[in-house]
């Protein structure tokens, strides 16, 4: 789904039949996934945070509510990105950072390097040049030793325009 970008038309029915059913099973840290696949797909595919948002939120509340910790730090990236977007970069910087904490308590190193592009964004966008110097450099070692060769790009480009 985050490849292209380009709207596959059975997924969000297939997404949203997948909420029901674990809905009707009481089955809440799947519930949570599922809502969290329909938000991301609302908010990268469509461009809609207003939709994306409460399905994010509702899928966070889920996710930490059955002790899904991968759920819990992908709904908060996507909330942090949001917050970024919309302009509210205390949020952001929060939303990222409680994300950046669960994904490395978890062992996902490439996922705690992909945050660190935002939070260098949204530490330049402070005026923090420092802190935004110090979060990609700590980005692009953890993208490196983990074979994450996307994202130590993305932190490049990072670099180039701050």
Known sequence: MHGDKVEDPAELGLFERAAELYRALGDERGEG???FWIGCLHQFIRRDNETAVPLL?????????????????????????AAHAAGRLDEARERLEESTRLRREIGA?????????????????????????AILEEGRALAEKNGAGAIVRQLDQARTEM
């Open 33 to 35: 996934e599922a809502l």
């Open 109 to 133: 190193f490439a996922g705690v390097a992909a945050n660190m592009v935002g939070l260098a964004y949204i530490a330049a966008a402070q005026g923090r040049r420092a802190d935004a110097v």
């Open 57 to 81: 939120e509702r899928s966070l509340r889920l996710a930490a509510a059955t002790g899904d910790r991968v759920t819990q730090g992908e709904a908060l990236r996507h909330l942090g990105i």
